[in-house]
């Protein structure tokens, strides 16, 4: 054998072993490239599923909404009724309450009045009889 086929045989063998040093990984790349297909797969064949229990459940969830929508504009339409009553009733019986609580206070202004007129009244005539009763001693005496 000559150089030149001994370097032919090397450059042979050289080229081998770098095809099979980048067979391997290739060989591995393709095993996970498989294994990533194969999980796409299962992950669309549950997602199905998935979507399909999502779109009725938002379906019932807008049907709920819209029965809370209603059940929220009867609430504003009751709290505008009596908002409303509560105004006429503050109309009607306001003005004539309030008459009536004057009225009372007045009267029980004037009762006390007359309660402490009576009473400086009583004091001064027990002064005055006291008085008398004194003058009455001393011209006695």
């Given at each position: 054998?000559?150089?030149?086929?001994?370097?032919?045989?090397?450059?042979?063998?050289?080229?081998?072993?770098?095809?099979v040093l980048v067979?391997?990984?290739?060989?591995?790349?393709?095993?996970?490239?498989?294994?990533?297909?194969?999980?796409?797969?299962?992950?669309?064949?549950?997602?199905?599923?998935?979507?399909?229990?999502?779109?009725?459940t938002v379906a019932?969830?807008?049907?709920?909404?819209?029965?809370?929508?209603?059940?929220?504009?009867?609430?504003?339409?009751?709290?505008?009724?009596?908002?409303?009553?509560?105004?006429?009733?503050?109309?009607?019986?306001?003005?004539?309450?309030?008459?009536?609580?004057?009225?009372?206070?007045?009267?029980?202004?004037?009762?006390?009045?007359?309660?402490?007129?009576?009473?400086?009244?009583?004091?001064a005539a027990r002064?005055?009889?006291?008085?008398?009763?004194?003058?009455?001693?001393?011209?006695?005496?």
């Amino acid at each position: 054998m000559s150089a030149g086929e001994w370097a032919g045989l090397i450059a042979a063998l050289a080229f081998v072993l770098l095809v099979v040093l980048v067979a391997v990984p290739l060989l591995k790349l393709g095993r996970t490239l498989d294994e990533t297909t194969l999980t796409i797969r299962q992950v669309r064949e549950q997602s199905a599923p998935i979507l399909g229990q999502a779109s009725t459940t938002v379906a019932h969830v807008n049907s709920n909404l819209e029965r809370v929508d209603d059940i929220t504009g009867n609430a504003a339409n009751v709290s505008s009724n009596v908002a409303a009553l509560t105004s006429v009733v503050a109309a009607t019986l306001g003005s004539p309450l309030i008459k009536v609580a004057a009225f009372s206070y007045g009267v029980r202004s004037a009762t006390r009045k007359k309660r402490e007129g009576q009473a400086i009244a009583d004091a001064a005539a027990r002064d005055k009889a006291a008085r008398r009763e004194r003058r009455a001693a001393r011209r006695a005496a």
